[in-house]
């Protein structure tokens, strides 16, 4: 086993999370297939097993203290998979679908679908241009994603996903109050509402952050726009224009 179990499940128990031998074994696989692909793409930074235990599995994972994921989910600007891979193997009641602009990344996540015999649908998009498709437009139960982009520009790639009723997931490694307080007003506007945020420390990596952002209304048809107004002109409230 090329993962040290012993270290996963005791990083998992902080978050009341408890995994099967056979579920641990699909995971250092897929930790298995992401050194082998990473030595000839980058799709990590993180590419020691200890460090894609913590900073990318159990990081993942912790979701699923704060919230029981049951339905479909789509992962925006998936990478290498996280978080719904993790949340994908460790979760049976869950349909995921992986939206990434990067074609080797989606056939990596392809890849180790296949090798771990799971079923999920990819996407090879931008996140802007495949919300404007029907049958992803507001489909969506849940959307994650674990990205540098500011909450404000993710709510707008994220938010036009998911029905009324359902959850945007975004995962930070910061500290996020000024990010949130920014991102209140594309909030609004997208059609969601702040549910909660909950911080939590990721063994000896930090602090991360969980944003629960509720979808209350249909988003606009116009929204997303595409890249170059989302970063030029971004909706912002009229009391800071």
């Given at each position: 086993m090329i993962i040290s179990k012993e270290l996963f499940i005791n990083s998992l128990k902080p978050f009341n999370i408890t995994l099967t031998d056979e579920k641990i074994e699909m995971f250092d696989k897929y930790a298995s297939l992401l050194i082998e692909w990473n030595s000839k793409f980058n799709l990590t930074a993180i590419k020691d097993p200890d460090g894609i235990v913590v900073k990318h599995f159990v990081d993942s994972l912790a979701v699923l203290s704060e919230n029981k994921l049951e339905g479909t989910l789509i992962d925006v600007g998936t990478g290498a998979g996280f978080p719904g891979l993790p949340l994908l193997i460790a979760n049976d009641n869950l349909e995921v679908t992986f939206l990434d602009s990067t074609g080797k990344k989606i056939k990596f996540i392809e890849t180790v679908l296949d090798e771990l015999g799971l079923f999920a649908d990819t996407v090879n998009a931008r996140a802007e241009e495949a919300a404007k498709d029907e049958f992803l437009r507001e489909s969506f139960d849940f959307a994650t994603a674990r990205a540098v982009s500011n909450l404000r520009d993710l709510s707008e790639y994220c938010l036009p996903f998911v029905k009324v009723?359902?959850?945007?997931?975004?995962?930070?490694?910061?500290?996020?109050?000024?990010?949130?307080?920014?991102?209140?007003?594309?909030?609004?506007?997208?059609?969601?509402?702040?549910?909660?945020?909950?911080?939590f420390e990721l063994a000896d990596c930090g602090e991360r952050t969980l944003i629960f952002i509720k979808k209350v209304r249909p988003t606009p048809t116009k929204y997303p726009r595409n890249y170059s107004q989302i970063v030029k002109n971004p909706i912002v409230s009229r009391e800071t224009k």
């Open positions: 009723g359902g959850k945007f997931i975004s995962m930070k490694s910061a500290k996020t109050d000024e990010e949130i307080k920014d991102a209140k007003e594309a909030i609004r506007v997208l059609g969601g509402e702040i549910e909660k945020v909950n911080s």
